[in-house]
């Protein structure tokens, strides 16, 4: 899965040093191939050869498209679940999504055996997630009332488009070329997810909300010529060393191929447990960001400050997510890639449990409304940068069918497991302790000290699978 040494003979490979495939890529001396602007641009962020600035702004280009699609629906899909319900069943609405996901991995894997390679699989995915949102807007046209399937239906949306989407995008490259373009990549997720917060709430006064999802439709339509084309431009040196094999029966066979390849593989399991306390961290935190935007909604409404309390919640969200975003690509410009060079892309995945750690700890003090946004800001820029840069590029160093069948277990049914926990704690804490913002934030900060730890442990086990072949790799 490595990039070929400059003087190996054909089929062999140079893999990343032990602290970071990054690092080696950017000491690595310049191309002597003639480079495009574009790539001479780009490289003032991260090492970009010649031949991959195409790639990269396709993959860009269509990572920007699909999270735009996404974050004109997201604010929209938070007013109407409280404003028709309230932050405890936008909880068991985030559970109903892990239930469903139970149900749809195993037939996601099997119309993966049959489907190789696997990378022609995507297309199709995102094509039928556009007819699925065509479906709920002919069925709100009609008057059905669609706010919590459709909550449901979005974050579901969310996990397995992104999940396929990175899956796609580690399979094109080698663990070198992948760790140091996926920081370029990544860029285009924070700024889709960032302009799509931005133009929600004018698109949704132009068009409505059926017409905003009209909108999301062609968007999520215009990126699937662009996975052939991406394919197409890989420079070959850029690409994994060797071709993936055929499937194997044994390994991936049954309604639970998928889970069958990440328990079978320790490093997935840990990244699998990462996934799911992660989610469980965060959605507990948007719970707590939830409840406290629900009572200071009340308390504006109460003092005649608002009319109606829908909108203003969906004016609030619409402004936090842009907050989110823009804070996540100047995270993404300035910091991933120094961050990678130092700590290696494993050692990233330890600093938003340490954030998380430390901020839950402070809010667990003083659980003030201002206080939560401000951290949940912070938290989830974090999240949407350099984690979602660094669990991308974890699985670089694994096979196609690991990235495959096991990402996209990972990223969606043990993703949504975490939402699952989350709504035990939340039941757990409201129906049986009474407890307050505080107790929840406490609880928060002892579980990312686990995931810290964790974390670590990933580090360590992503650079034993780098380090073997730098040591055997010719000089």
Not at 69 to 77: C, G, I, N, S, T
Request: a positive charge; hydrophobic letters at 55%.
């Amino acid at each position: 899965m490595n990039r070929p040494a400059p003087s190996a003979p054909a089929g062999r490979a140079r893999a990343p040093s032990a602290r970071s495939a990054v690092a080696a890529g950017e000491r690595s001396p310049p191309s002597t191939e003639l480079r495009t602007g574009l790539e001479r641009l780009l490289s003032r962020v991260v090492t970009v050869r010649a031949g991959e600035g195409t790639v990269v702004a396709l993959l860009f280009v269509k990572v920007f498209l699909l999270l735009f699609a996404y974050y004109l629906l997201k604010p929209v899909r938070e007013a109407l679940i409280l404003s028709e319900s309230s932050a405890e069943v936008r909880s068991y609405a985030l559970a109903a999504q892990a239930l469903l996901l139970m149900l749809i991995i195993p037939v996601y894997t099997a119309v993966l055996r049959r489907i190789f390679p696997h990378y022609h699989l995507v297309p199709w995915i995102t094509v039928f997630l556009a007819a699925n949102l065509l479906a709920f807007m002919g069925a709100g046209a009609a008057g059905t009332a669609i706010g919590v399937p459709f909550f449901i239906w979005l974050g579901i949306f969310n996990v397995l488009i992104v999940a396929q989407f990175w899956a796609f995008a580690a399979d094109l490259f080698g663990v070198e070329a992948g760790e140091r373009l996926f920081v370029l990549v990544a860029v285009g997720a924070s700024g889709g997810a960032w302009a799509g917060a931005l133009a929600s709430k004018p698109l949704f006064a132009l068009f409505g909300l059926y017409g905003t999802m009209g909108v999301a439709v062609v968007l999520l339509l215009a990126t699937v010529p662009l996975t052939p084309l991406a394919r197409r431009r890989v420079p070959e040196r850029s690409r994994p060393a060797r071709e993936a094999a055929a499937p194997h029966p044994e390994e991936i066979s049954g309604v639970l191929g998928g889970f069958r390849v990440v328990l079978a593989d320790r490093y997935l399991r840990q990244i699998a447990l990462f996934m799911l306390l992660l989610n469980c961290i965060n959605s507990t935190g948007e719970y707590l960001l939830s409840r406290a935007v629900e009572t200071h909604a009340d308390a504006l409404l109460a003092a005649g400050t608002i009319q109606d309390a829908g909108r203003w919640i969906g004016a609030f969200y619409g402004d936090f997510y842009a907050w989110v975003n823009g804070a996540g690509i100047a995270i993404q410009l300035l910091l991933v890639a120094r961050i990678f060079r130092y700590l290696g892309v494993g050692g990233a995945t330890r600093v938003l449990p340490a954030v998380a750690a430390l901020g839950y700890g402070l809010l667990a003090f003083v659980p003030v409304f201002a206080l939560i946004r401000l951290f949940k800001i912070v938290e989830n820029s974090v999240n949407y940068s350099l984690q979602n840069t660094a669990r991308h590029a974890l699985i670089l160093p694994c096979d196609e069918e690991q990235k495959y069948a096991g990402k996209t277990t990972i990223d969606t049914f043990f993703w949504r497991l975490g939402d699952l926990a989350h709504a035990g704690i939340v039941f757990a804490g409201v129906h049986w302790l009474a407890a307050a913002p505080a107790q929840f934030a406490a609880f928060n900060a002892l579980l990312a000290l686990g995931w810290w730890w964790l974390a670590g442990s990933i580090a360590g086990e992503h650079r034993r699978r780098t380090a073997p072949a730098a040591a055997m790799a010719p000089a």
